[in-house]
Each structure stands twice: as structure tokens, then as C-alpha cells.
């Protein structure tokens, strides 16, 4: 079976040259899911963001092939339509535009990449729907500006539920905990659990334990100093969590 | 909902990156000498076959602008304009005050039909799929350089009683009415352009709505400025007897010329008792190209009257174009009750410069007024708002709220606001709301990892931002100033 992701040797600094991913090497398989752990500053968002193409980093090395193609050739649309998704941090607020108009335009931008049939009105509107039930949005949350107004624990509910709509490949999930209190955090996971499926991998960026608790990864990697220094199966997690991660910090240097 | 994606996929369908108005009809013209003279004055008067009064009260005003200084307060500057070197008055050669479509000259119907102005009395505007018999029908007065060349639904709009014809002709139809009523809003003395406009003017339209009448459809102008080296000074009158409504809308564009052209138009609105008027602007004339050569100067006064009681002004403008704006659709809330709007989206990119707002002038007891403005930079335009909100000491319970947003598209760009606020009552209540926001490069990433391009990102932020105002517009023409919107902002972000 063919790696659903394959990171090599990526080597990726900020604009004005501070480095941040440095030789990172990782192979994620269909139906996988693993989290990636370690201390602030380590460089985990950022590899979220390399990864889905955001503006202001550059790449000085290596390669990332997702479902056949080099993904850094690809614009962020592009890599998104290509299946890939990232579950923000601190998900952006935009005025004026409803929750449900910037669903539906995302869905159809990226089934007219991919050369789909593009969704009717109803069509969407029924789906939105029944997965906002799921996740406890209801219709008003819909009619609201996204984001605009919204608690955190609203906001990565919706990050949920765009995630559930646009079926991707690959989900990336940045400290998807944070903000969250522990009804929040027992929803969103539930979701995430819901797309878990035999073609659909995803990477869960966390500094906490807690959160592979509710979504339990079937690999661990702890991230320091811009690449993997240690690799091991769920129960790294708890072992971190009582060891800290002073250790591979030194295994690091 | 839908909205946005139509806004989307609109933006996608035509061309881009192109002014797409700016083809020029081959057509020959008359026109009167070049520069400005009584002599001039004379002449177009004589071509309007106006009465003594009228080409007297023309010659007051020229007399009086003689003596006037150009105003140098607003934001924008710009070369010393010669007056001198420019036709004030061009007409096509042929023309004949045509008395139905059939006399048209063809070529100037198919320029219509390029900007996709319905004069065949149908209602198919680009983009906009009605069936038939659900389309809203819209009468329009259209305007090639100084001529009205055709005024469509005239019966239909006669057995409503409603008045809707060039101004010329309504000197001569209705002399009464609009003597009564010309520059009873905006005077002589206003200001220089106005009084410019007074003495030059050369068509617009005339509406008069009767008493208790709803106007039974849109009515709207469009203005075409086609000829090299000519100003366009048109005069808008509108008369809305005792509690009537009417929803007018004016468009403009111009073709691509390297040299600047002078715009200076005058709209003037009467409301009377319990009376409304709606106007709308999607002013699209030819904006200069990313150097910032060519371009209208749109120096525009609008002012409506709210004259009687529990009479409503409500303006609500797309600026696109020009390469200078100079325009504040102000309104006077003389009336009892009588209340005032201004919804503006304001852009400007390139090398642009709007300076642009509003007066609510309030002077009667218990008015209202409201203001929402949008302003929106890119490229390295500046865009100003600049208002007043004055409450007079008789105004008791005079009330406004204003908000002035402004947006930022990359970092050579500027947006300036300049509100003036005068309460002379006590019991005046005024708001004012301001923000300034730059389109982030976050929101954008945002959007584009949700799957939609930069353009499509970059249009939907703004159409978020500009949503409150959009939404006043007649919901044909708000698609129209959406998908203008896309095409203004085209290639704005890196």
C-alpha cells in the first residue's frame, strides 16, 4: 500500500531566515492517525503551515508527496482541493460573509478543481445541516458571520463541522484543544473520531496529553528543534505527560 | 446565500483585468467651439431651443463663476484643469430628438447594447437571469455625451402620470414645473462646479412623480461620455409630490482615453410631504490606467431636499471609477420628521483618488439620518471620507448614526476620514462609528486553505465588508455592483 503522505528530509525556514523545520523525515499510511507532540517553540504550527502552503515560509530542502504529487509545487487551494485539511489554531473571523454562504463556496471551489459536480443550494444545506446536528450547531450558528462573535469552543466546532463536510484525505489538527473546556473538547472529538475511516489519515499537533485520550493516535512522534527525535506507539503520550520532554530536548542539541 | 458564489463564478465568466467599457463609438459630432465664452452659452441654449429665463439664468451663473476660485480643500490633486480647452457641448451629427427607438441612430444603440443598457424596452442586465413576466421592468433615460438619445416605457410610465424625460424636453413640456423647481436645492452661489454646471448644462433627466402615486418601475439614466475632450455636465431633477415613492438609478461609463475628462454633473432632489426617493449610483466611469494616465474627473454636487413632512432621501452609491471623485450626496432635513440615508461603497485602486461622504443637514424638528459608508483602498489609491452631520438650533430631536468603515488592501494604499459633526440643539443625539481594517494575509490563507483561490478569497472578504450597503441596493443592480466590485479589486493583492 502506498504512503497516503511521505515527508523527506524538509527543511523549512520563516522569511528573513530563521530556521525552523530541519530535516524532518515522516511516512503516514491510509487510515493512520498520529500526533505529533513537543514543547512550545518547537516548530509544530509551523509545520502545519508548511504543510498547507501558507505565505512567508520558504523551503530549502526535501520534498512532501501526497496522493502521488509534490505537494509544495501546489497553491494552498490546490492542496486543499488535493485533500487536505487544516484545522486552525485560532480560526479566522470574516465579517459580513454567512457561516453557510463560506461553506458552500468552499465546497464548490474544490469540486470544480477536482472537476466534480458542484452542489445544489439544497443539497449543501441539507448536509450542513444534519452534520451541524451532530456537533450541536444550529441554524442560527449558520446564518452568523463565520467566526465573527464566535466562543472557542463555537469556533472549533466549526472547524469541526468543515472538516466533516469536505471530506478530505488528510487532516491536520493544530492544537485542536485549545480554547476548549471538556464538553467542547468531548464534541470536536467525537466528530474527528466519527471521520476516522481506512482512507483517511490525519495529524494531530498537541503539547497535552489529554487530548489523545478522546482522540486516540496510533503513533506518537515527539517534535523538537524542527524534526522527529523520537517515535513510539500511544503510550509515549502518557509517558511524556509524567517524564516532560527535557530529555529529547538534550537528545536534540 | 448564494450571493457570494454567483459574485464568484460572475468574476470568472468575464474578462478581466480590462476597463471593459472602454471601447469608443465612431461617430460623427457636433459641437460647439472649444472654451468657454458667453458665446458658448449662448449657442447651447440656442441648440436646447430654451426660453429667455432659462439662457438668462445660464448667463447669471457663468457671471458668477467668473469670479469663483476652484475649491482646494478636498484630498485629491491633480493638474490645473484649462478650461478653456474643452468642448462643453457635443451631440452626434445626425441627431434629431428622436420620437421612438426606430430613429435611433443604429450605431449608437449598439453602444448601449455593448454596455448591456436595455433601450429595446426588455430587462436582460448582464448576469441577471429573470424568466419573463417575473422581470422587473425599468425604464432609462440614456445620454450620449450632451443628448438624451432615447427615453424607453415613456407611455407606460404617462398613464401612471409619472413625468420621466430629458430635461430639455421638459423645458419645453412642463416649463412651469421645472422653473419652479431648478436650482431650488442646489443654488447658483454653491459651489464652483455647480455653478460651472448651471451655466454649461447641457441634458439629464426630468422626473416628476404626482401626488399619491408609487412610480410603477425603476427609472434610470445611463451616462455615456464618448467624445475626446469634452466635459459631460448633465442636470438631474426629481420631484416627488406629496407621498409619492420612486427608486431611480443612475450608471456611467466612459471610454479609454489617455487624456483626463471632466465630469461635473449636478443631481438635485425634491421630496415633498410623506414623499420618498430612492437613488442609487453605480458609477463606473473610466478610472485612469495603473499609472494613473487618463481617467474622469467626476466632480459631482448631489443634494436632495427633504422639504416637506415626514418626507425620505435615501442614497445609496457604488463608486468604481474615475480617476478623481469629488461627490457628497448630501441631504436637507427641512421637514418635520423627514429623514436622510447615505450607504456608500467607495473603491478605489490604481492610482485613484475619491474623496468622498455626505451632509445631513438637519433644520427641521424630530429628523433623522443615517450614514454607513464603506470605503475601500488597493493599489496605491487614497480614498477619503469626509462628512458633516449638522443639527441646526431649531432641529429638537434632531438624531444620526453614522458608521465609516475602512479597508486596506496591501500597504501602499491610503484611507483617510474626515467627519464634522455640529450640534447646535441640546437635545441633538449623535453617533459616530469608525473602524479601519487591513484585508490580512491570515483571512486570505484562511479562505484558500478552505479551497477557493486568492481572487475568490480576496472577493469575498470584501463582499462581507461591503454587505450592509450592498443590500440597499434593488436587488438586480446589486448584483451588477458586486460582480463590479470583483472586477475593480482584480489584481489587487500580490
Not at chain 2, 484611507?415 to 491570515?442: G, L, M, R, W
Request: with cysteine; glycine share 8%.
Amino acid at each position: 500500500m502506498a504512503p497516503l503522505l511521505e515527508i523527506k528530509d524538509l527543511h523549512a525556514e520563516i522569511a528573513g531566515g530563521r530556521k525552523i523545520i530541519n530535516g524532518m523525515n515522516l511516512t503516514i499510511n491510509p487510515g493512520e492517525v498520529h500526533a505529533i507532540m513537543g514543547p512550545n517553540g518547537a516548530g509544530k504550527s509551523t509545520l502545519s503551515y508548511v504543510l498547507s502552503g501558507k505565505p512567508g515560509y520558504e523551503i530549502t530542502g526535501g520534498e512532501v508527496i501526497f496522493r502521488g504529487v509534490n505537494l509544495l509545487d501546489l497553491s494552498p487551494d490546490e492542496r486543499a482541493a488535493q485533500g487536505l485539511f487544516l484545522c486552525f489554531q485560532y480560526p479566522l473571523e470574516i465579517p459580513g460573509v454567512s457561516n453557510m454562504a463560506f461553506l458552500h463556496t468552499a465546497v464548490n471551489s474544490q469540486r470544480k478543481k477536482r472537476g466534480e459536480v458542484e452542489l445544489t443550494s439544497p443539497e449543501l444545506v441539507r448536509k450542513v445541516r444534519e452534520l451541524g446536528k451532530t456537533l450541536g450547531i444550529d441554524a442560527d450558528m449558520l446564518k452568523r458571520p463565520v467566526n465573527v462573535g464566535f466562543s472557542g469552543g463555537e469556533k472549533k466546532r466549526n472547524e469541526t463541522l468543515q472538516m466533516m463536510l469536505l471530506e478530505p484525505y488528510f487532516c491536520v489538527l493544530d492544537e485542536a484543544d485549545s480554547g476548549l473546556d471538556i464538553d467542547a473538547l468531548k464534541v470536536v472529538s467525537n466528530g474527528v473520531n466519527a471521520l476516522r475511516s481506512p482512507e483517511r489519515s490525519m495529524l494531530v499537533i498537541t503539547h497535552y496529553q489529554r487530548l489523545l485520550d478522546y482522540i486516540v493516535p496510533d503513533v506518537v512522534h515527539v517534535f523538537n528543534a524542527g524534526r522527529i527525535v523520537h517515535t513510539g506507539g500511544k503510550e509515549l503520550a502518557l509517558e511524556l505527560e509524567a517524564t516532560g520532554y527535557a530529555q529529547y530536548q538534550s537528545e536534540a542539541a | 446565500m448564494a450571493a457570494v458564489q454567483d459574485t464568484v463564478e460572475q468574476v470568472r465568466s468575464i474578462d478581466v483585468d480590462q476597463y471593459k467599457y472602454g471601447f469608443e463609438t465612431n461617430i460623427e459630432s457636433e459641437k460647439a467651439p472649444k472654451g468657454l465664452s458667453e458665446e458658448v452659452i449662448r449657442f447651447i441654449s440656442a441648440k436646447k431651443e430654451e426660453p429667455e429665463w432659462m439662457l438668462q439664468w445660464r448667463l447669471d451663473a457663468y457671471a458668477r463663476w467668473l469670479t469663483m476660485q476652484e475649491p482646494e480643500w478636498a484630498r485629491v490633486s491633480y493638474p490645473q484643469i484649462d478650461f478653456q480647452d474643452l468642448y462643453y457641448y457635443s451631440q452626434p451629427k445626425k441627431f434629431k430628438a428622436p420620437k421612438s427607438l426606430d430613429e435611433v441612430d443604429p450605431e449608437i444603440l449598439k453602444t448601449y447594447e455593448k454596455l448591456g443598457i436595455p433601450l429595446r424596452e426588455q430587462v436582460i442586465l448582464a448576469g441577471v437571469e429573470i424568466p419573463e413576466g417575473e422581470r422587473p421592468k425599468i425604464a432609462v433615460d440614456a445620454v450620449f455625451d450632451s443628448v438624451s438619445v432615447a427615453t424607453t416605457f415613456k407611455e407606460e410610465l404617462k398613464a401612471a402620470g409619472v413625468i420621466f424625460m430629458p430635461i430639455s424636453e421638459a423645458l419645453r413640456e412642463h416649463p412651469d414645473l421645472v422653473k419652479q423647481y431648478l436650482g431650488s436645492v442646489v443654488p447658483a452661489t454653491d459651489n464652483y462646479y455647480a455653478t460651472l454646471n448651471q451655466a454649461v448644462f447641457s441634458d439629464g433627466s426630468f422626473v416628476y412623480i404626482p401626488p399619491g402615486v408609487r412610480c410603477p418601475m425603476e427609472l434610470s439614466t445611463y451616462f455615456r461620455i464618448n467624445e475626446k475632450n469634452t466635459g459631460q455636465f448633465e442636470r438631474t431633477l426629481i420631484i416627488a409630490d406629496k407621498g409619492s415613492y420612486v427608486s431611480y438609478l443612475e450608471g456611467c461609463t466612459a471610454p479609454m482615453r489617455d487624456e483626463n475628462q471632466l465630469h461635473a454633473a449636478v443631481v438635485e432632489l425634491v421630496a415633498l410631504d410623506d414623499a420618498e426617493i430612492k437613488y442609487s449610483t453605480v458609477q463606473n466611469w473610466y478610472p485612469g490606467d495603473a499609472e494613473g494616465k487618463g481617467g474622469i474627473y467626476n466632480f459631482v454636487t448631489k443634494r436632495g431636499d427633504c422639504r416637506g413632512k415626514n418626507s425620505k432621501i435615501s442614497w445609496t452609491q457604488v463608486e468604481t471609477g474615475s480617476a478623481i471623485t469629488w461627490k457628497y450626496p448630501s441631504c436637507v432635513l427641512r421637514g418635520e420628521g423627514s429623514s436622510g440615508e447615505f450607504y456608500s461603497i467607495a473603491i478605489s485602486n490604481g492610482r485613484q483618488q475619491v474623496d468622498s461622504g455626505t451632509k445631513m443637514i438637519h433644520l427641521g424638528k424630530n429628523t433623522t439620518s443615517r450614514i454607513i459608508s464603506k470605503g475601500i483602498s488597493a493599489g496605491k489609491s487614497n480614498n477619503t471620507y469626509r462628512g458633516l452631520v449638522s443639527a441646526h438650533r431649531k432641529a429638537a430631536g434632531a438624531r444620526n448614526f453614522t458608521n465609516c468603515d475602512s479597508l486596506l488592501i496591501g500597504d501602499l494604499c491610503g484611507a483617510h476620514t474626515v467627519p464634522y459633526i455640529e450640534a447646535k440643539n441640546p437635545t441633538a443625539q449623535f453617533e459616530h462609528e469608525a473602524t479601519t481594517s487591513k484585508i490580512s494575509e491570515d483571512m486570505l490563507f484562511y479562505c484558500m486553505q478552505r479551497g477557493l483561490s486568492q481572487e475568490d478569497a480576496v472577493a469575498l472578504v470584501v463582499n462581507g465588508f461591503v454587505r450592509d450597503v450592498l443590500q440597499q441596493l434593488p436587488m438586480e443592480f446589486a448584483v451588477e455592483a458586486q460582480k463590479l466590485i470583483s472586477i475593480s479589486l482584480e489584481g489587487s493583492v500580490g
